[in-house]
């Protein structure tokens, strides 16, 4: 596609549940990244992905947090037993990996998430 | 670490007053700087770069300013318009390493422009 798809645009879940986002990024990007944004605050990196290197999982909060990326297309992310600080903006982007080409990021609309 | 933004700072101007957005990064090594403007309920969206080896880009009325002496990196916009009320980032492209061409992100500044 032109951009980069992110579903669900919404979810609203219960506190214990699991929930999956999942990220469609622009085809030949070969870098992708999860961010999470709560309201009015910045851009909390979670997970970089970069080509078919070992991916950056600094940024991940706790083990109830992971992603996965099939080569370099759909990244899924998974989050277990949802808590209420979990509620956010999921945002996913994809850039080309190097050079001045890694320096422009589409990002996604965003995963809104609610746990209640 | 990672920037987490909490209690971004805020810049209000008038319509037409120009407008300077500052950012302190803490890299040396960094490639790239950026300059992102993100909209409200939407992703953020790249704006202007300029590379370690300049201290000065102009676009279409942003001007990046680099001062690699004391690590700043500063956004100018002229002519500030209400359509640029939103949140900037400053980000940092970092060579080298397990994470080459990971960008690293600042904390973000709310800019307010009024009528």
């Known amino acids: 596609g032109a951009g980069v798809s992110q579903s669900p645009s919404n979810k609203v879940t219960e506190k214990g549940k699991d929930v999956e986002l999942r990220c469609d990024p622009i085809?030949?990007?070969?870098?992708l990244y999860w961010y999470r944004q709560r309201l009015g605050q910045g851009l909390e990196f979670l997970i970089y992905?970069?080509?078919?290197?070992?991916?950056?999982k600094s940024g991940l909060p706790s083990d109830r947090f992971s992603a996965e990326r099939t080569g370099e297309s759909v990244s899924t992310l998974t989050i277990q037993r949802t808590q209420q600080e979990d509620s956010a903006v999921y945002l996913c982007?994809?850039?080309?990996?190097?050079?001045?080409?890694?320096?422009?990021?589409?990002f996604g609309a965003g995963s809104r998430l609610t746990v209640l | 670490g990672e920037s987490v933004g909490l209690h971004l700072p805020t810049l209000s101007v008038q319509e037409g007053d120009n407008s300077i957005i500052n950012c302190a990064y803490s890299?040396?090594?960094?490639?790239?700087f950026i300059w992102y403007k993100q909209e409200s309920g939407k992703g953020p969206q790249f704006i202007i770069d300029?590379?370690?080896?300049?201290d000065k880009r102009q676009g279409q009325r942003v001007t990046v300013l680099l001062n690699k002496t004391v690590k700043h990196l500063s956004l100018q916009i002229a002519a500030t318009q209400p359509g640029d009320s939103a949140v900037y980032f400053c980000?940092?492209?970092?060579?080298?390493?397990?994470?080459?061409?990971?960008?690293?992100f600042g904390q973000g500044t709310i800019l307010t422009v009024h009528p």
């Open positions: 982007a994809s850039s080309l990996q190097a050079g001045a080409g890694a320096n422009v990021l589409t």
């Open positions: 085809s030949g990007h070969t870098a």
């Open positions: 992905f970069q080509g078919n290197s070992a991916p950056d």
């Open positions: 890299n040396s090594a960094s490639d790239y």
């Open positions: 300029i590379r370690s080896n300049m």
């Open positions: 980000a940092e492209n970092r060579a080298g390493g397990t994470s080459y061409g990971k960008l690293t």
